[in-house]
């Protein structure tokens, strides 16, 4: 049996464990990667590749970077005589053309964290947890132009657990996204593939994430909605409140007895309460802008004037 000439298109360290396990599939021959290109980051502004690259070079992997994939006549000209029989897209960025779509013989196929249709867009693991979802899961699908809307060719479940945050699930979905690109190659070399159309009226969507999104609202978030908030939200932006007009990251909360009205913010033995929609409470675990974690109480040990909570 001859190998699948296979293009890998990612970029982040999620899109690694998916980029090695095609790379050690004896049924692959990985003919390159397409990446984002190379950016100055932190401090100092070194140049710093994408995780993917890093990949490539340590592994003689031949690659590419672009931010527009859709006019780089070099990758064009490439995918176009390659004679490729698959491309596979996880956590790439972009959107892919019709005429990079129709190039591989089987199909261009995408990798995406979420059991489609339930989730299509920029940030399914996130709203899953956001709206307290006890399943997610990985699927697979034959890409079209309109946004995650092909045909669905693998998927599994993933629970979530109750101590799970988007931290803890973008390294469970990497690992599984991984488990299911083996997956499929098996059922694509067995010609065991089986289309299934995505029930449109099922679509939901989750767009991406903005900063603002993460500030919690007392006067119409209830526990629930805090809590899934700072699991969701946890990788980033975190969820917040302002203190004092700065910013007061929230990482751990905890239910209150005592009552407090919706918006009220009250100092309670050595605690920091807050009411909020449906009872109060205590902002457990928090991180005052510019510091490290700590502990509402050390926190009212190391502040002498008046706090004001929006």
Known sequence: MSKLRTVF?????FSVPTLQALFNNSSID????ISNPSKKRD???KIKNPPVIDFCIKNNISYYQTDKINKNEEIISFLKNSKIDLIIVLAFSQFISQEILDFPRIGCFNIHTSLLPKYRGAAPIQYALLNGDKKTGVSIQKMVKKMDAGDICYSHEVDID?????IKMFEKLKNEAAISINKFIELVNKDKLIF?????SKVSFAPLIKK???KIDPLNHDFENVLNMIKGYAAWPKSFLYINKKI??????????LHLDPGVFKIHMGQMLLGIKNGTIRLEIIQPEGK???TDADFLNGINKEIIIS
């Open 248 to 257: 007061l990251k929230i990482h751990k909360i905890s239910k209150y007895s």
């Open 212 to 214: 603002s999104d993460a």
């Open 9 to 13: 298109l990612g970029t982040p360290d």
């Open 292 to 294: 490290r974690q700590m």
């Open 196 to 200: 299934t159309k995505q029930d449109e």
């Open 43 to 45: 401090r100092g502004q």
């Open 162 to 166: 109750e101590n799970d945050n988007a």
């Open 30 to 33: 990985l003919l390159a990667c």
